[in-house]
């Protein structure tokens, strides 16, 4: 058995897709002939709690732990609910923020570099220094966001002869909140040249999409292997699927993902059918925007809106398999192209019709078509979207709509962790 020490700050009872990527990993890398050692914050201060997820821990595994100081605890008294909301994503529109908004974003973006995480590298770097040596570990793995996690892997890596693995699960200075942090220019160069020195130090990255490889392969000749996000192939509990023509969106929908078109459409096809506007339903389950919110109540699918708030993950499984289509929808941006939702890959196991919204040339789109699982738009093609929404309702009154899937095992966890572990014993 070859022992990786994985360093996370997301871990059970974290929700949210950040934790089920490693979480899953480290169920499966066993098999592989790999003994993971994982290594996170004793206090940490997630912004999302999923009571449900601990059922989901594998046994046998060696957790180590050191505490971390969270600054959002001060925040807290400044503004307890945006400090809350800043750390889940969600930044309000630049016009509609106040003082204290635009004060905890200069602060979040220009004091904490590269993130709010960041007190915890130096602690961690002792401990693990020590530990590593003590337990003859050869190889480690940093995932990030928060990318602070990285800089504890590359001061371990410039102290010790050892491995390094980072991986990215997002970008770093080209993720869609960059912008809105009100990054000073010396806060933004060093952002870069932080994010320069872990893509050259580290042995191996690995990314979630061909995108984002392709734009660190213009930064660095350190190598790079693509290795998605995926789903837990398991038998899951038969679900009755809804009497009603269900639209649902599992996971935050942040202000910039707000697809007027889709509002468009839905509201002229309830204006138009009766049959329609007495059979559709949109469930969004997660945060959502007030910005969002706003945009459906003016296109009045109000009546039809339901509002489900964070849900746990065996819940989101549940609901991904019963509703009638599954809304899958990312910001329309040059910057975004590279992002694929992890909630994709849980999209392909329920079976579900996928409607895809986003930027064109969107790696996402490659495996919705490669899979057959659905159709994609692009922001302004209301026509074609409007035109498949009809097409999806007739098949659902006819009891035929279906997702027709093909080769989706390539992104079990399982056959991700082999190509994981391919790499780990390279």
């Known amino acids: 058995m070859k022992k990786v020490l994985i360093i996370t700050y997301y871990w059970p009872p974290a929700g949210g897709p950040g934790v089920q990527r490693w979480l899953n990993f480290v169920k499966h890398l066993p098999k592989q002939k790999v003994h993971p050692i994982v290594y996170i914050p004793s206090n940490p201060s997630y912004p999302i709690i999923d009571s449900e997820i601990n059922n989901e821990l594998p046994k046998g595994i060696d957790i180590i732990s050191q505490p971390i100081f969270e600054p959002y605890s001060w925040a807290n008294k400044l503004s307890s609910s945006d400090a809350k909301t ?6 309000p529109e630049q016009k509609k923020q106040d003082w204290k ?3 905890l974003l200069w602060i979040r973006g220009n004091l904490f570099i590269p993130d709010a995480r960041k007190f915890w590298v130096k602690p961690s770097v002792k401990f693990l220094e020590e530990y590593i040596k ?3 570990i050869e190889t480690i793995i940093t995932t990030g966001p928060p990318h602070s996690v990285h800089l504890i892997g590359l001061q371990l890596k410039q102290k010790l002869d050892l491995r390094w693995i980072a991986d990215f699960r997002d970008p770093w200075t080209t993720i869609g909140y960059h912008k809105k942090l009100k990054l000073s220019r010396w806060a933004k160069k060093k952002h870069q040249n932080l994010e320069l020195k872990v893509l050259k130090k580290a042995d191996d990255l690995i990314t979630t999409s ?8 213009a930064k660095t000749k350190t190598p790079i292997t693509v290795i998605t996000n995926g789903f837990e192939a398991k038998n899951l509990p038969e679900v009755t699927l809804d009497k009603e023509f ?3 969106h ?3 929908l942040l202000s910039e993902r707000n697809p007027i078109n889709l509002w468009k459409s839905l509201s002229e096809l309830i204006n138009e059918n009766v049959d329609f506007s007495n059979d ?3 469930n969004l389950a997660g945060v959502v925007s007030e910005n969002i919110v706003h945009s459906i109540h003016k296109y009045g699918l109000e009546k039809h809106l339901n509002l489900l ?3 746990s993950h065996s819940d989101a499984l549940q609901l991904q398999r019963k509703s009638q289509v599954l809304l899958l929808i990312e910001i329309n941006s040059e910057i975004t192209k590279a992002i694929i939702p992890g909630k994709l890959f849980e999209y392909l196991q329920s079976g579900r019709p996928i409607l895809g919204i986003g930027p064109k040339e969107a790696d996402f789109n490659m495996i919705i078509s490669e899979t057959q699982s659905g159709s994609f738009f692009n922001y302004d093609e209301k026509e074609f979207l409007k035109s498949q929404i009809v097409s999806y309702y007739k098949n659902f009154k006819a009891g035929k709509l279906l997702a027709n899937t093909k080769e989706i095992n390539q992104y079990s966890r399982e056959a991700l962790t082999a190509s994981l572990a391919k790499l780990i014993h390279s």
């Open 86 to 91: 800043i750390s889940k994503g969600i930044i």
């Open 101 to 103: 908004q635009k004060l």
């Open 134 to 136: 003590t337990n003859q």
């Open 210 to 217: 061909w995108g984002t490889k392709k734009e660190f392969e």
């Open 246 to 248: 269900s639209l649902s």
């Open 250 to 252: 599992i996971g935050s």
């Open 280 to 282: 559709f339903k949109l």
């Open 309 to 311: 708030g964070y849900i």
